[in-house]
């Protein structure tokens, strides 16, 4: 086992359960459990994915409770929403997670990240004029490769381009 990830499961679940105590919210073993697998992944998940991954655990918890538990930790900045999409919602660990920015591919959907120190530096020095910034988020929309090479074979990339340089 990765010791600074046990490290870290460990600090995300006493912010929770220090939230939980200020705002007098019930302790439910839901809560935890929903947290530690958040902490357990390394990426992006929906609701979907994350619902299943529960029952999966044998944790019968209903798509309401689930909403609710990830506005909670929304709201004790231990996790982050994503709108990538007109129906497209990801959320990612927010806790000790570095700067990395985000491709969507806009045919499948598919989320990658990335990091670049470089850019990094870059956003981090911006001085904004009478705006103190906390912080941000980078999404660069396009066509993976994979989707690319499928439209190539359609031959539909020559209408794209089309389309892109209008
Ligand atoms: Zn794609
Ligand atoms: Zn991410």
Redesign the pocket.
């Known amino acids: 086992m990765d010791n600074t990830k046990e490290q870290i499961r460990e600090e995300v679940k006493n912010i929770l359960d220090d939230y939980l105590t200020a705002h007098k919210y019930r302790k439910t073993t839901e809560r935890y459990a929903i947290l530690d697998l958040i902490y357990s992944e390394s990426?992006?998940f929906n609701i979907d994915t994350l619902h299943e991954k529960l029952t999966q655990r044998n944790f019968r918890i209903s798509r309401a409770t689930l909403y609710h538990t990830m506005q909670l930790l929304l709201e004790c900045n231990l996790v982050l929403k994503?709108q990538f999409g007109k129906n497209l919602s990801f959320y990612?660990r927010a806790y000790n997670?570095d700067f990395?920015f985000?491709s969507i591919c806009t045919i499948c959907n598919k989320?990658s990240?990335h990091t670049n120190s470089k850019l990094k530096a870059q956003i981090q020095n911006t001085q904004i004029k009478q705006f103190v910034p906390s912080n941000y988020n980078l999404y660069i929309f396009g066509v993976c490769n994979i989707c690319a090479r499928n439209l190539k074979k359609q031959q539909k990339l020559a209408k794209l381009k089309l389309k892109q340089s209008s």
């Open positions: 990426s992006h994503h990612e997670n990395h985000h989320v990240e």
